[in-house]
């Protein structure tokens, strides 16, 4: 789904540096996700938005950070990172109707393939 | 919070047969499991969902049930073709908002 765009697509950093994850999404979406994603334990939420000013705490959000610059734009920040943040990271935008209620379908972008050494 | 269980976590099946991955989920109120399917390499997307107030869902050779007494749910694919190999998640919604707890994945390998 080219609507949803993460870049870096691929990083190697080393331990205790801070680097920037970057979401986009031209869907138009309110809503959007971070996830983890490492074998055998699926898609682990970090942060999620539901708009520029709301911000939330998900399962695993120790270690991250997160801006909601706009609408369209979702940034993920590890402050100081660590060997086991190697991982994969999605972003995701889901959309809400017309009463404000969610559309539970995430759309998902391409991933942040992410090795800390 | 929402806690989903997924087995198996790797399934070989002929091509031609039919595969079942299930999953159990513990919050109650949980009211929108969704089915996902990753290719290698790729982003996941959204291949069946189904409602608390559905039983079951179809979509050509995939199909979803749902018990929700036994709170859980499990994804049929039938006449297994190569293409169906990917890893499948299964996702239950949980809270006002709606977010998704993931199961842990299968990967479902279809052998010519």
């Known amino acids: 789904d080219a609507d949803v765009t993460q870049t870096p697509r691929n990083r190697i950093t080393k331990t205790g540096k801070r680097i920037m994850l970057e979401c986009s999404q031209t869907?138009?979406?309110?809503?959007m996700y971070w996830y983890r994603q490492d074998p055998g334990l699926g898609l682990r939420l970090i942060y999620y938005s539901f708009d520029v000013k709301d911000i939330n705490k998900g399962e695993i959000s120790d270690g991250y950070s997160v801006s909601r610059q706009a609408q369209a734009k979702f940034s993920l920040s590890l402050e100081s990172a660590i060997p086991n943040q190697t991982a994969l990271y999605f972003c995701a935008t889901s959309d809400i109707n017309k009463l404000g209620q969610s559309r539970e379908t995430q759309y998902f972008g391409p991933g942040t393939r992410l090795l800390v050494l | 919070g929402e806690n989903v269980e997924q087995h198996p976590s790797t399934l070989s099946v002929q091509e031609g047969d039919s595969a079942v991955i299930k999953c159990t989920y513990s919050d109650s109120a949980s009211n929108y499991f969704p089915w996902y399917k990753q290719e290698l390499g790729k982003r996941p997307q959204l291949i069946i969902d189904?409602?608390?107030?559905?039983g079951e869902k179809k979509d050509q050779r995939i199909a979803v049930t749902l018990n929700k007494t036994a709170k859980h749910f499990s994804l049929h694919i039938t006449e297994t073709q190569p293409e169906d190999s990917a890893v499948y998640f299964c996702a239950a919604s949980f809270g006002a908002g709606n977010m998704l707890t993931f199961g842990g994945g299968t990967r479902l390998m279809v052998k010519p």
């Open positions: 189904i409602r608390s107030n559905v």
């Open positions: 869907k138009g979406h309110d809503r």
